[in-house]
């Protein structure tokens, strides 16, 4: 680790691209439930471009009927509270706690929410 001009960024080296993966994929990573925004760096990439606007935050969604349970209404959950980016595997302006779901049977639902291991920040 070395820190970039005083700048408030760190260049991390990885010796295993595995490595990489688990990092740039596994996060949310969080110091003193602080944000740690990461990003791949190129050789070519010049620090004055490097922007770091976004994160990914795992959500996990309650009181959900059986029958909504596809990634389909995952998308459109995950864009209710900002950009759907991917359902875990593993798993089947402001912070929304739940939403109200219609089939197009008429079946009707609400998904509540929690948030994983959300920043400090994202509080106020």
Known sequence: MR???NL????????????????TDDGLWTFNQ?????????????LSNLE???MEIWVRVYKLLVGFMNEKVANVIGNYLGSFVRVDP???GSIKKEM?????????GVATFAYERLPTFCFY
């Open 3 to 5: 820190e970039l001009k």
């Open 8 to 23: 408030n960024l760190f260049s991390y080296t990885f010796f295993h691209e595995r490595d990489v993966i688990r990092v």
């Open 34 to 46: 602080q944000i740690l925004l990461l990003k791949r760096m190129e050789p070519t990439d010049e």
């Open 52 to 54: 770091m606007y976004e």
């Open 90 to 92: 593993k798993t089947v």
């Open 100 to 108: 109200r779901l219609k089939r197009s049977g008429g079946s009707r």
